[in-house]
């Protein structure tokens, strides 16, 4: 079936028009428009506005006027970051030359090569990049929808939701049980979910050491699992439960108003459930009709769309290949694409594309773990060259030394992202 290459959002925001700021093109430059402003597209707004000099008119296209991190907010959750340490601005970006707009995208005309805000606004672009994080897909959890957040937090978008889940948190019973209901696979930072079990663990060992862990898991497996489980059988003995798809964990359904937990036909009554469903690119690149349905598929050598030259997609949204979707992994895409987008618009030298990633997990005060890559561009995606993983015995120098890289890196890539 053809691909409908005009379309457009059909809801009005009734807030948006206040958050719009006003537009100036700079004549006869090339525009480059850039929707989503995480470790994606703030990078790729940044580099390209930094590096070609003024050259390129970039515009920056994003709702919120501060931007909290998804990474690093499973320590918010025990206690060892502030939320406003989490909390980023975008003036460093403005100053350095990138037209900042805070309001929604909401169509794309692939024919007219504009974006449409909510706000009423019409953006030209000769090269547009998407860098719209995550959506959830519908009904993934039976019983579960956007309009039960508030009872069961997802808090895989930073911000009032891990707000909201640590006030959850602290306000259990003595002796309650808090339940995750984990991803399947594909989806945002892999090690995710389990370092947040490892920080709420850390938390209720704390403020409520009777309490008790509950995961319903549909994975045979997840990232750095050795190492989680040797955490927490060290730091946590007793206090966590993991249910696999070998028995039920596949088969999970939850009732927010009731506040229970259904494994496999058995239900549980919890005290605080944590649902993360299964994941989808943003909305925006559905509607731009360059999405197989959930992701959307890429040119490894500069991250380009497969369905539209002039679109490129970045970090979670895209199917690019082995890179996890994580923020480092979106920092480094945004590099490539900046330096191949500045290529195609400047006539400017365009480098071989390289990707590395790493994530870090935090399991209990100083017991940091990592894992890591670097990858390759091929013409069927981009690919695993080598890695590596924290070996499990490691020494509590070691634990330590990796957690306190792991500050570094939040302090250099953020600084990387926002100037």
């Not at 040797?230 to 946590?236: F, P, R, S, V």
């Not at 199917?319 to 490539?336: E, I, L, R, T, W």
Request: glycine share 12%; hydrophobic share 40%.
């Amino acid at each position: 079936m053809a691909l409908q290459r005009r379309t457009f959002l059909g809801v009005a925001a009734a807030t948006a028009g206040t958050l719009a700021a006003p537009m100036v093109l700079a004549q006869g430059k090339p525009r480059v428009v850039v929707i989503g402003g995480g470790a994606g597209g703030a990078t790729v707004a940044r580099y390209i506005a930094k590096d070609s000099d003024g050259a390129i008119d970039v515009t920056l296209v994003e709702p919120t006027r501060a931007y909290y991190t998804c990474f690093f907010s499973n320590l918010y959750i025990g206690g060892f970051r502030e939320m406003n340490a989490l909390g980023h601005s975008y003036g460093g970006l403005a100053a350095g030359g990138v037209n900042v707009v805070h309001d929604w995208a909401v169509g794309v005309d692939r024919d007219a090569k504009t974006v449409t805000l909510a706000g009423g606004a019409s953006l030209p672009y000769d090269r547009l990049i998407l860098s719209p994080g995550i959506d959830f897909v519908d009904g993934s959890v039976p019983g579960w929808d956007l309009s039960a957040q508030n009872a069961m937090p997802h808090a895989y978008k930073a911000g009032s939701q891990t707000e909201l889940l640590k006030a959850q948190l602290m306000a259990m019973p003595e002796g309650g049980v808090f339940a995750m209901v984990a991803p399947p696979n594909p989806y945002r930072c892999p090690p995710g979910p389990y370092e947040r079990v490892s920080m709420v663990a850390h938390l209720l060992k704390s403020v409520n050491p009777t309490a008790k862990i509950l995961i319903a898991d549909p994975k045979e497996k997840f990232s750095k699992q050795g190492l989680f489980e040797e955490g927490w059988a060290n730091h946590y003995d007793g206090m966590i439960e993991r249910v696999g798809p070998d028995f039920g964990g596949a088969n999970t359904s939850v009732d927010p108003a009731a506040m229970t937990v259904d494994i496999d036909g058995e239900v549980t009554k919890v005290d605080v459930c944590n649902v993360i469903p299964a994941m989808k690119a943003g909305r925006i690149a559905d509607i731009a009709g360059v999405t197989d349905g959930n992701w959307a598929p890429v040119n490894a050598a500069d991250m380009s769309s497969k369905i539209d030259p002039n679109i490129y997609v970045l970090g979670d949204a895209s199917a690019q290949g082995d890179m996890p979707k994580s923020g480092f992994s979106a920092n480094s895409q945004a590099k490539v694409c900046a330096n191949a987008v500045r290529g195609a618009l400047t006539g400017s030298t365009v480098f071989p594309a390289r990707f590395a990633n790493t994530c870090w997990s935090l399991i209990d005060t100083n017991d940091g773990v990592k894992v890591g890559a670097t990858y390759e561009a091929t013409d069927e995606k981009i690919a695993k060259v080598d890695g590596f993983i924290s070996a499990t015995g490691e020494s509590a120098d070691v634990r330590a030394a990796t957690y306190r890289e792991s500050e570094g890196w939040y302090d250099g890539i953020t600084a990387d992202m926002f100037g």
